[in-house]
Structure formats: structure tokens, C-alpha cells
């Protein structure tokens, strides 16, 4: 059984940074490609970035520059690291996993999905 599970949201100040985490289980984190995703309120759910099999990130050109993506595969763990947070940054922070190498930044893509981390961040 597949399990994607995040951690690491909270309420942050503008500019500040932070740190999310996605623990893996039923999947092995070196063999797919995974991505973050998030919805802000009345919002529709939108691409964050994303890494494949070999470690390569991408990002959405609203977070170039801002966003990293890196792993852990002896803790078969994803991050997403956001520096220079804005308020408009403020929405649920998603994991997802696709049993594939390769990367999407299409969500429909992703047949595994977390429960979400919420990040609010206040001006």
C-alpha cells in the first residue's frame, strides 16, 4: 500500500523560509519521479515542482529561484525548501508520486497523492 505523508507546514512570516517533508512508503523514492503541488483557498490545485529518478528538479517559474526540491532515499524522503516566502505563497502544500521515471507538472499525472501540509504565511 502506497503512503505519501507531509509534514513541515505551519504559520510563517513573509520572508521567511521553510522546510516540507514527504515520507514514502510502498514506493521506492530512487526508481520514480515525485512532485509538490499546492492549493491555495478557491484556488485551483497548482504545480510546485517536481524531481525524477536521478534527482532532477524542476519548477514552477513562480518558484524558480525561491523553491528547492531535493531527496533522501535511505529515509525514502522528498523536500521542497521555499526561501522568501510571500503571502501568496499560502495554501495546502501536496506530495505526489507517479510510478514512473520521468516528471509531469500535470497533477492527473500523479496517481498517488498526500493528505497535505497547510502553509499560511502572514505579511
Known amino acids: 500500500q502506497v503512503q505519501l505523508v507531509e509534514s513541515g507546514g505551519g504559520l510563517v512570516q513573509a520572508g521567511d523560509s521553510l522546510r516540507l517533508s514527504c515520507v514514502a512508503s510502498?514506493?521506492?523514492?530512487?526508481?520514480?519521479?515525485m512532485g509538490w503541488f499546492r492549493q491555495a483557498p478557491g484556488k485551483e490545485r497548482e504545480f510546485v515542482g517536481t524531481?525524477?529518478?536521478?534527482?532532477?528538479?524542476s519548477y514552477a517559474s513562480a518558484m524558480k529561484g525561491r523553491a528547492a526540491i531535493s531527496r533522501d532515499v535511505d529515509k525514502n524522503t522528498m523536500y521542497l525548501q521555499v526561501g522568501n516566502l510571500k503571502p501568496e505563497d499560502t495554501a495546502v502544500y501536496y506530495c505526489?508520486?507517479?510510478?514512473?521515471?520521468?516528471?509531469?507538472?500535470?497533477?492527473?499525472?500523479?496517481?498517488?497523492w498526500g493528505q497535505g501540509t497547510r502553509v499560511t504565511v502572514s505579511s
Open positions: 524531481i525524477n529518478w536521478v534527482g532532477r528538479s
Open positions: 505526489a508520486a507517479r510510478n514512473t521515471h520521468y516528471e509531469s507538472s500535470d497533477p492527473d499525472a500523479y496517481p498517488y
Open positions: 510502498g514506493l521506492t523514492t530512487s526508481n520514480i519521479a
